[in-house]
């Protein structure tokens, strides 16, 4: 049984004509498979395409990023549930969410104006996903809280719910895990200043982990400050194993059931 990288954004891969050779380096390091992850319409069809490509060994979702929440937000919203009609169809919504961190630091007005179009996003992404009844694919950056109370307004049902790049403390994932929903860890796992997202993947425990790059960020040691890649997912694997005190092949087990049942990927991969 092979990783499965959760969340990784493909996109620069592919502008660079870089995909085939990163998808083989991916293959080589036990990775069977990921999910890129949309952020705005301008990927959305990329993914597809890239999906239908690679069928079994990519999966895409679609979504409207908070950092890419314009004026004209709710027309591309609108566009979102057509995205099921298509083949291969998305396997999630997002990422969505909230974003305090990337907001107008010296022009609070314009922050305020942009954090609430954010909301209102994000508020209307989860009563699509509702909906459709398709998993949600959260990014929550300065906004926990305020992004667990939209969902919990939005009847989602939390099963369905993932904060990738979870960053959080152990406050925080108790408050998931007391709602059924799940975090998903990235390299930032593997870094010296992160006690608090170790402590957080410990109380959701290894039999929920999900692990991601978020590739081309957060590259784990021992390659920090250089590219992410969905191949260095093996990295922070190996690191949780030791940190959950398991044999490696088990933690893998763990991580891909995991993904597998969250997105509905099938039970195995490609051949």
Known sequence: MGLIDSHTHLDSFHRRGELAVTLQRAR???VD?????????????????????HAGVIYHTVGLHPCAVTADWA????????CWQQTPAPVALGECGLDRFHLPA??????ERLFAAQRAAFARQLEI??????????????????????????????SK??????????????????????????GILTYKNAAGVRAAAQVQGVERLMLETDAPYLTPV??????????FVRHTAEFAAELFGVGYDELVAFTTRNVRAFYGLPATGPA
């Open 28 to 30: 080589e390091r036990g």
């Open 33 to 53: 498979a990921m999910v890129t992850v949309g952020t705005d319409q301008e990927d959305w069809e990329l993914y597809r395409l890239l999906a239908a490509e």
């Open 75 to 82: 027309t591309q919203v609108a566009a979102l549930p057509a």
């Open 106 to 111: 010296k022009d609070p007005v314009a922050a």
């Open 129 to 158: 996903a509702r909906e459709i009844s398709c998993p949600v694919v959260v990014h929550s950056r300065g906004a926990f809280a305020e992004c667990v109370d939209l969902i919990d307004a939005s009847g989602v049902d939390w």
């Open 161 to 186: 719910v993932v904060f990738h790049c979870f960053a959080e403390g152990p406050a925080e994932m108790t408050v998931l895990c007391e709602r059924g929903g799940w975090g998903s860890f990235t």
């Open 222 to 231: 021992p390659h920090r400050g250089k590219p992410n890649e969905p191949g």
